[in-house]
């Protein structure tokens, strides 16, 4: 996540319409599958989808509040619908860097929080109104299991920084493919 430099003077109002977009003219930062190296179960399908169009897996819309101790920033997520080879649209997944904890509230979709602690995983499933808690020092991941956009908010404390190359290492223990009944999580094989 970019950190905003220009601090508010002032106290911030947000609009979240019905369809879930947040009125904020912060940036959007934009995460196509090329961008996603290694974290798909099926390298050779995630290969083909680059290839195919690079297409667009999710994109996140923070605010002006800024990335520093004491803040609050919060932002918006939308996944995509879309697999790499049967495993459901993701984002990257993060540990905070300073173990900080976070809250996630459903906008619109139904996904998927996915958390990891190095030993246990869990799964929380979202839709509009659920609130997920992601406890200090869980790694987490969102992943969207329908057939429209997933999005949800998120508000974290500022210092908490994000650390990428942790999950590349250890992965979030459990993955999401389709199935007859929507979705199922399958145990992680080996990572490479
Ligand atoms: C979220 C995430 C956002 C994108 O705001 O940063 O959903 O996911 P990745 O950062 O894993 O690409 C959050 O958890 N912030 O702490
Ligand atoms: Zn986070």
């Known amino acids: 996540m970019p ?3 220009e601090c508010p003077p002032e106290p911030l109002r947000v609009v979240v319409s019905p369809d879930g977009m947040v009125d904020t003219a912060a940036p959007t930062l934009v995460r196509r599958i090329s961008e996603l ?4 179960e099926d390298g ?4 083909q989808l680059v290839a195919a169009g690079d297409p667009v897996v999710y994109t996140v819309q923070s605010s002006p509040v800024p990335e520093v101790e ?23 997944g993060h540990q905070h860097v300073n173990p900080e904890g976070e809250i996630y509230l459903g ?3 139904v996904g998927g929080l996915l958390l990891f602690d190095g030993g246990t995983s869990r799964w929380i499933d979202m839709a509009p109104g659920v609130i997920g808690y992601i406890p200090p020092v869980w790694a987490h991941r969102s992943v969207n299991v329908g057939t429209e956009p997933y999005r949800f908010l998120a508000v974290y404390p500022g210092r908490a920084g994000h650390d990428y190359q942790w999950v590349l290492g250890n992965g979030l223990g459990l993955r999401a493919f389709g199935a007859r009944s929507g979705f199922e999580l399958r145990p ?4 490479r």
């Open 3 to 5: 950190t905003v430099l």
């Open 37 to 40: 190296e290694g974290l798909y």
């Open 44 to 47: 050779q399908a995630w290969t």
């Open 70 to 92: 004491h803040e609050l920033p919060l932002s918006t997520t939308t996944i995509l619908p879309g697999t790499c080879a049967g495993e459901f649209f993701m984002t990257k």
């Open 107 to 109: 906008l619109s979709g």
């Open 188 to 191: 992680q094989r080996a990572l």
